[in-house]
Protein backbone atom coordinates (compact mmCIF):
# COMPACT_ATOMS: atom_id res chain seq x y z
CA UNK A 1 0.00 0.00 0.00
CA UNK A 2 1.22 3.60 -0.75
CA UNK A 3 -0.25 6.99 1.04
CA UNK A 4 -0.07 10.01 -1.45
CA UNK A 5 -1.21 13.46 -0.35
CA UNK A 6 -3.09 16.11 -2.58
CA UNK A 7 -2.40 19.52 -1.61
CA UNK A 8 -4.36 22.33 -2.84
CA UNK A 9 -3.46 26.30 -2.87
CA UNK A 10 -5.76 29.28 -2.71
CA UNK A 11 -5.46 32.83 -1.28
CA UNK A 12 -7.61 34.49 1.66
CA UNK A 13 -7.83 37.91 1.94
CA UNK A 14 -9.84 40.82 3.14
CA UNK A 15 -12.62 42.40 1.04
CA UNK A 16 -10.76 45.59 0.88
CA UNK A 17 -7.87 43.93 -0.78
CA UNK A 18 -10.10 42.51 -4.07
CA UNK A 19 -8.48 42.74 -7.38
CA UNK A 20 -9.63 45.77 -9.07
CA UNK A 21 -10.50 43.53 -11.93
CA UNK A 22 -12.54 41.19 -9.79
CA UNK A 23 -14.32 43.84 -7.66
CA UNK A 24 -17.24 44.49 -10.17
CA UNK A 25 -17.86 39.98 -10.26
CA UNK A 26 -17.71 39.71 -6.66
CA UNK A 27 -20.51 42.81 -5.91
CA UNK A 28 -22.56 41.20 -8.53
CA UNK A 29 -22.60 37.70 -6.68
CA UNK A 30 -23.66 39.50 -3.37
CA UNK A 31 -26.29 41.44 -5.32
CA UNK A 32 -27.12 38.26 -7.17
CA UNK A 33 -28.34 36.60 -4.04
CA UNK A 34 -31.21 39.26 -3.26
CA UNK A 35 -33.19 37.56 -5.88
CA UNK A 36 -32.56 34.10 -4.75
CA UNK A 37 -35.86 32.15 -4.28
CA UNK A 38 -35.14 30.11 -0.98
CA UNK A 39 -38.75 29.92 0.68
CA UNK A 40 -37.53 26.46 2.46
CA UNK A 41 -34.00 26.73 3.72
CA UNK A 42 -33.75 30.51 3.62
CA UNK A 43 -30.55 30.53 2.48
CA UNK A 44 -30.00 32.65 -0.37
CA UNK A 45 -27.29 31.92 -2.74
CA UNK A 46 -25.86 34.26 -5.33
CA UNK A 47 -23.50 33.60 -8.11
CA UNK A 48 -21.50 35.71 -10.53
CA UNK A 49 -19.53 34.62 -13.91
CA UNK A 50 -17.12 36.69 -15.19
CA UNK A 51 -16.95 35.95 -19.01
CA UNK A 52 -13.35 36.22 -21.07
CA UNK A 53 -15.88 39.13 -22.96
CA UNK A 54 -16.13 41.24 -19.37
CA UNK A 55 -19.56 40.46 -19.44
CA UNK A 56 -20.93 39.25 -16.09
CA UNK A 57 -24.20 36.44 -15.68
CA UNK A 58 -25.66 36.67 -12.27
CA UNK A 59 -27.39 33.92 -10.91
CA UNK A 60 -29.06 32.74 -7.55
CA UNK A 61 -30.78 29.83 -6.08
CA UNK A 62 -34.01 28.39 -7.30
CA UNK A 63 -35.70 26.33 -4.56
CA UNK A 64 -38.53 23.60 -5.50
CA UNK A 65 -40.94 22.08 -2.20
CA UNK A 66 -39.68 18.90 -4.23
CA UNK A 67 -36.07 19.77 -3.24
CA UNK A 68 -34.43 17.87 -5.94
CA UNK A 69 -36.25 20.25 -8.83
CA UNK A 70 -34.49 22.99 -7.48
CA UNK A 71 -31.09 24.43 -9.17
CA UNK A 72 -27.65 25.89 -7.15
CA UNK A 73 -26.81 29.18 -7.94
CA UNK A 74 -23.64 28.13 -9.87
CA UNK A 75 -25.04 25.98 -12.04
CA UNK A 76 -28.18 28.46 -13.04
CA UNK A 77 -25.42 31.30 -13.94
CA UNK A 78 -23.09 28.92 -15.87
CA UNK A 79 -25.78 27.02 -18.08
CA UNK A 80 -27.01 30.98 -18.52
CA UNK A 81 -23.87 31.57 -19.32
CA UNK A 82 -23.27 28.84 -21.86
CA UNK A 83 -26.21 28.42 -23.45
CA UNK A 84 -26.53 32.08 -24.50
CA UNK A 85 -22.49 32.56 -24.96
CA UNK A 86 -21.29 29.09 -25.95
CA UNK A 87 -18.02 30.62 -27.66
CA UNK A 88 -16.97 32.94 -24.97
CA UNK A 89 -14.85 31.38 -22.30
CA UNK A 90 -15.64 31.85 -18.31
CA UNK A 91 -12.70 33.22 -16.54
CA UNK A 92 -14.27 33.43 -13.09
CA UNK A 93 -17.35 32.70 -10.79
CA UNK A 94 -17.66 34.36 -7.73
CA UNK A 95 -20.05 33.19 -4.78
CA UNK A 96 -21.58 33.84 -1.62
CA UNK A 97 -24.93 33.21 0.68
CA UNK A 98 -26.80 34.67 3.06
CA UNK A 99 -28.96 33.08 5.85
CA UNK A 100 -31.41 35.05 7.94
CA UNK A 101 -28.70 36.39 9.75
CA UNK A 102 -27.11 37.83 7.06
CA UNK A 103 -23.88 37.49 4.67
CA UNK A 104 -22.83 34.10 6.35
CA UNK A 105 -19.14 34.23 8.21
CA UNK A 106 -17.62 31.36 6.19
CA UNK A 107 -17.17 31.11 2.87
CA UNK A 108 -19.31 28.26 1.12
CA UNK A 109 -17.98 26.26 -1.50
CA UNK A 110 -19.99 24.48 -4.78
CA UNK A 111 -21.88 21.31 -3.98
CA UNK A 112 -20.54 18.36 -6.02
CA UNK A 113 -22.95 18.89 -8.93
CA UNK A 114 -21.67 22.33 -9.50
CA UNK A 115 -18.29 21.54 -9.32
CA UNK A 116 -18.57 18.92 -11.84
CA UNK A 117 -19.84 21.92 -13.59
CA UNK A 118 -17.33 24.16 -13.06
CA UNK A 119 -15.20 21.79 -14.64
CA UNK A 120 -16.55 20.53 -17.37
CA UNK A 121 -16.63 24.29 -18.41
CA UNK A 122 -12.74 24.67 -18.12
CA UNK A 123 -12.58 21.85 -20.11
CA UNK A 124 -15.04 22.72 -22.65
CA UNK A 125 -13.04 26.22 -22.95
CA UNK A 126 -9.73 24.73 -21.92
CA UNK A 127 -9.14 27.39 -19.80
CA UNK A 128 -8.66 27.73 -16.01
CA UNK A 129 -11.79 29.06 -14.25
CA UNK A 130 -10.93 31.30 -10.97
CA UNK A 131 -13.52 30.87 -8.41
CA UNK A 132 -13.69 33.01 -6.30
CA UNK A 133 -15.84 32.35 -2.50
CA UNK A 134 -17.17 35.41 -0.84
CA UNK A 135 -18.03 35.56 3.10
CA UNK A 136 -18.49 38.13 5.74
CA UNK A 137 -15.04 39.22 6.43
CA UNK A 138 -13.10 37.00 3.73
CA UNK A 139 -12.77 36.26 0.20
CA UNK A 140 -11.09 32.60 -0.74
CA UNK A 141 -9.84 32.39 -4.37
CA UNK A 142 -8.88 28.70 -6.30
CA UNK A 143 -7.07 29.37 -9.35
CA UNK A 144 -8.68 26.74 -10.91
CA UNK A 145 -12.28 24.88 -10.42
CA UNK A 146 -9.96 21.35 -10.60
CA UNK A 147 -8.55 22.49 -7.69
CA UNK A 148 -12.08 21.99 -5.68
CA UNK A 149 -12.41 18.22 -7.59
CA UNK A 150 -9.57 16.66 -7.61
CA UNK A 151 -9.26 13.16 -8.95
CA UNK A 152 -12.64 14.15 -11.55
CA UNK A 153 -14.65 12.47 -13.23
CA UNK A 154 -13.94 13.44 -17.12
CA UNK A 155 -14.03 12.57 -20.29
CA UNK A 156 -11.31 10.45 -20.51
CA UNK A 157 -13.50 8.14 -18.84
CA UNK A 158 -15.31 7.82 -21.80
CA UNK A 159 -13.49 6.74 -24.57
CA UNK A 160 -12.04 3.35 -25.29
Do not use: W
Amino acid sequence: MQQKTIQIAYLTYPHQEVSESLQQVVQSAIEASDYAYAPYSNFRVGAAVLLENGLIIKGNNQENAAYPSGLCAERVALFYANANYPDVPVKAIAITAFNTHGMISTPVAPCGSCRQVLLESETRYQQAIKIILIAKDTIVEFQSAADLLPNNFNASYLKA
